[in-house]
């Protein structure tokens, strides 16, 4: 397998496939980057070298006691991007991933970094709290834990029901999909997923949000049962300069699979305006 060795001796696994400008991609909880795989083999037919990682903890990347919060997750994004000496890198996050690329440009910048790519994505912040009236009550999240404790397999296959918005009256869900997203939770270490729910409710993206300066894309559907998008989506477009959104109506949170014909087309177009945009400033 390719991995890395970051500095607190855990083991990063990553996939990197093609040729061309970079992109890297990192995934939702409690995935890992084999939910990419729909847009990964899509870009590196389409000329852009494609490259993604398990979280620490998920997949295929060892179970790490300590460093199971946004900024350990940036850290090792940018380990992996040094490692392999990635430059002018286009960044795709998704959910909690969309908030590792946040607090990786709000940690170390965007030296390495071309544009960034935000898909149903955190920031700036989930939790209710009296500065965001508008949040998930902490109780959700405690909820979230109490579960996952208790009897994770079962609770892998109601949530994903809700990520891919199967619940929904119309909506054309397979069972292989529900069934994948169970497989990939599974592989996720307990500790590692428990503790992600806090780094992903709690973190406070707001000051990271202000550091963008590159060209954002912001993709949301507007019927996302997981991170609702007038907490997240709508209000990360108002704050980072000059964003680029893309609502999508109808649309559930885990849209990368439900709808990826959609968002890899969009994707594409943007990838490539950015490729267009730099080539005519050098």
Avoid: C
């Amino acid at each position: 397998m390719s991995t890395i060795t970051v500095k607190d001796g855990t083991t990063i696994y990553y996939k990197d496939w093609g040729k061309g400008p970079v992109i890297t991609f990192s995934h939702g909880w409690p995935l890992n980057s084999d939910a990419w795989d729909g847009q990964m083999l899509f870009l590196a037919q389409n000329g852009f070298r494609v490259v993604a990682h398990d979280r620490r903890g998920h997949g295929r990347s060892s179970q790490a006691w300590s460093g199971n919060d946004m900024n350990g997750y940036a850290d090792d994004l940018a380990a992996l991007i040094e490692a392999l000496d990635l430059k002018d890198v286009t960044l795709v996050g998704h959910s909690t991933g969309g908030g590792e690329v946040t607090r990786y440009i709000g940690r170390h910048g965007t030296k390495r970094i071309a544009a960034a790519v935000l898909i149903a994505a955190v920031p700036p912040i989930l939790v209710k709290s009296d500065s965001n009236p508008e949040g998930i009550p902490i109780e959700v999240f405690d909820g979230l834990r109490s579960s996952l404790a208790k009897d994770r397999s079962q609770f892998w296959k109601d949530f994903a029901v809700m990520f891919y918005g199967a619940n929904r009256p119309g909506a054309s869900v397979s069972q292989g999909m529900l069934d994948q997203f169970w497989l990939w939770s599974m592989q996720g270490g307990l500790k590692n997923v428990y503790d992600s729910i806090k780094a992903f409710s709690e973190t406070d993206f707001h000051e990271d949000l202000k550091k963008f300066d590159v060209p954002t894309l912001i993709m949301h559907g507007e019927d996302d049962q997981i991170v609702p998008i007038n907490i997240s989506g709508k209000k990360s477009a108002t704050l980072i300069k000059g964003a680029k959104a893309l609502f999508y109506p109808g649309l559930p949170h885990g849209l990368t699979a439900t709808h990826a014909d959609q968002v890899n087309a969009d994707l594409l177009k943007f990838v490539r305006s950015v490729q267009q945009a730099r080539k005519a400033a050098a």
